[in-house]
């Protein structure tokens, strides 16, 4: 089994940074892949970053060159520091892991935790 948990989100000025970190407990040996999704009322949930498993990372078209996602796995963290935050930034952000062997990989969650942008 393994545990995700957000920190990091609140409520930040238009133009503003933030760094999210989701810290992995649990079986951490089985986390294959990490990245971070974001889910607002207005939009299904999305794709923000991810760091795959040979360790490229992935950007959304939207948020490439303002956000930098980032895994340590001597610490079982992946954060994820935004910078030129927009209000479309707002949303809950949460933190997934692909886990098990790689014929069956299957996805673990975090609860999230929320970014809101707003003056």
């Known amino acids: 089994q393994v545990q995700l948990v957000e920190s990091g989100g609140g409520l930040v000025q238009p133009g503003g940074s933030l760094r999210l970190s989701c810290q992995a407990s649990?079986?951490?040996?089985?986390?294959?892949?990490m990245g971070w999704y974001r889910q607002s009322p207005a939009k299904e949930r999305e794709m923000v970053a991810v760091?795959?498993?040979?360790?490229?990372?992935k950007y959304a078209a939207s948020v490439k060159g303002r956000f930098t996602i980032s895994r340590d796995k001597a610490k079982n963290t992946l954060s994820l520091q935004m910078d030129s935050l927009n209000p479309e930034d707002t949303a809950v952000y949460l933190c997934?892991?692909?886990?098990?062997?790689?014929?069956?990989?299957?996805?673990?969650w975090g609860k999230g935790t929320l970014v809101n942008v707003s003056s």
């Open positions: 997934n892991a692909h886990v098990g062997p790689l014929s069956s990989l299957w996805s673990v």
């Open positions: 649990g079986a951490t040996y089985s986390i294959y892949a």
């Open positions: 760091v795959q498993g040979d360790g490229v990372a």
